[in-house]
Structures are given as C-alpha cells and as structure tokens.
C-alpha cells in the first residue's frame, strides 16, 4: 500500500517537473496609460513620487471647489505617507502638496 502511495507521489512530482521545465515566459504588452498628471509645478517630483501604487486618475477624480485645495492636499498627501506607507522625503511632500494646490 506505502509503496503505490510513494509510486503515485513520484509520478505526480515527475510529471511536475516535466510541466514546470516546459513553461514558455507569457509575454503581453499593456495598453497605454490613458491617465496623465496635469502640467504644473514640480511635475516631475509627482511624477517620481505618486505615480507608483496607482493612476494619476486618483487626482482628477477627487472632489474640486474652494473647500479642497492646500488643507485637502497636504491631508491627502499625508495619508499616502502615513497610512499607505508612501516613500516621500520630508523635502518633496510640500513641492507635491504645492502642486496639487495650483494644478487640481
Ligand atoms: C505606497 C503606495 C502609494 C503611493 C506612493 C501613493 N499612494 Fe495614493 N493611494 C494609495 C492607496 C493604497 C490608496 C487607496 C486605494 C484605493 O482606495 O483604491 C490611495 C489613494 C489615493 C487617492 C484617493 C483618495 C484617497 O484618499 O483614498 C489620492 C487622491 C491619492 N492616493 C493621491 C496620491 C498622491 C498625491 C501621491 C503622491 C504624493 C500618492 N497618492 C502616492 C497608495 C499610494
């Protein structure tokens, strides 16, 4: 009985094996982003800095008016650090949050 157990475990791992060594690489290619941060000032900070977890969509998507612009994105932009781990520098966060201001 032990051994058809091992004989059946054997067949399984070499067959495993055979599967894993014949896999080709699957190779596709992204359609491009459709989404794009705004021009403004320090564009390319935010390009470094808010472009890697998700689509710059988040920004235009977010509410506008009065109500939402210096206070609102230096709440956002300390959530991201904060809350979602976000690597920012200490120096980059205000050029980010500056530009968020003026550009959204
Ligand atoms: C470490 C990953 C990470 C980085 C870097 C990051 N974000 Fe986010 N962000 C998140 C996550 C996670 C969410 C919530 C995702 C969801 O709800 O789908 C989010 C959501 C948002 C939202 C939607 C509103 C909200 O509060 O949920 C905005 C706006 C936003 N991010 C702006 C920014 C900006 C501006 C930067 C650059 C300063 C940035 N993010 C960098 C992870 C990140």
Not at 16 to 31: D, E, G, H, Q, R
Not at 42 to 65: E, I, K, M, W
Request: glycine share 6%; hydrophobic share 40%.
């Amino acid at each position: 009985m032990k051994r058809i157990t091992l004989l059946g475990l054997a067949a399984i791992t070499g067959s495993l094996v055979f599967w894993t060594a014949n896999a080709k690489p699957v190779t596709y290619s992204l359609p491009d982003e459709t989404a794009a941060f705004k021009p403004g000032p320090n564009l390319d900070v935010v390009q470094a800095n808010c472009g890697g977890c998700h689509s710059a969509d988040y920004l235009s998507t977010q509410p506008q008016g009065e109500k939402f612009k210096k206070d609102f994105w230096q709440a956002e932009v300390t959530k991201m650090i904060a809350v979602y781990g976000a690597p920012i520098a200490d120096a980059d966060a205000p050029k980010i949050v500056d530009y968020l201001t003026v550009t959204y």
